[in-house]
């Protein structure tokens, strides 16, 4: 659509963003073997690729503080059950000391159409009066963008493979509004693997 006016004015545009925030923390205990260097990482959602992304990423951040990590989707595919004798099983054959687990506890979608920012051209003519312009904006409006408002609450548990009982918890609540057409951006998982790893290393729960 192409529209055709006079105007003075200045334009702005709405960008997305997100921001992760932990809302709920439990105190390491006293009686923990920590800290932990080899960390399985596990993730518990309903597509087998959201969890291998999200795993990588955790592995990622945990490598980068000099931790060994393994994956567990990079030990399985879709068709291994999700069992706990699966997961004590891929423990043992890593001498694993820990095992962090993530659960999707909530998430909350809702779409919105949001006017797309117009693109310009201008054309300046002069007049018949001394000093006084004309000045004609054409504007290109695209159609609407269909963006995205996800909230979404994850919690994660580090257990202790020699004690079998978990020794840390973590809850955090992220919300973000993308384009559609962004859908694929990996920017939440990046922020809450982060999240997540830099709060084991402040509460001490990371070899050094």
């Known amino acids: 659509m192409i529209r055709k006016f006079y105007v003075l004015c200045v334009l702005t545009a ?17 009686s923990a073997d ?8 596990i993730s518990l959602f309903k597509s087998f690729d959201a969890r291998r992304y ?3 990423e955790v592995v990622s951040e945990l490598e980068k503080k000099g931790i ?17 004798q699966t997961f004590r099983d891929m423990a043992a054959s890593l001498d694993s ?3 962090l687990v993530t659960r999707l506890v909530s998430l909350d979608t809702q779409a ?7 693109e310009s051209t201008y054309n300046i003519r002069p007049t018949y009066y001394y000093n006084v312009w004309s000045v004609e ?5 695209e159609p609407p963008n269909l963006e995205m408002k996800h909230d979404i609450a994850l919690a994660t548990q580090l257990y202790s493979v020699a004690r079998q009982e978990p020794v840390w918890a973590i809850q955090s609540q992220t919300k973000v509004a993308i384009d559609f057409e962004r859908r694929g951006d990996g920017s939440i998982i990046e ?12 509460q001490g729960l990371l070899s050094p």
Do not use: H, W
């Open 14 to 30: 709405l960008c997305g963003c997100a921001s992760t925030q932990v809302t709920q923390e439990l105190e390491v205990p006293e």
């Open 34 to 41: 920590a800290p932990y260097g080899n960390v399985l990482v």
């Open 54 to 56: 999200f795993e990588q």
């Open 68 to 84: 060994r990590a393994v994956a567990s989707t990079s030990l399985m595919d879709t068709k291994t059950p999700l069992t706990r």
């Open 97 to 99: 000391d820990a095992v």
């Open 112 to 118: 919105e159409l949001k006017d797309a920012r117009p």
């Open 137 to 141: 904006l054409t504007e290109y409006v």
């Open 191 to 202: 922020k809450e693997a982060k999240v997540i790893t830099s709060r084991l290393s402040k």
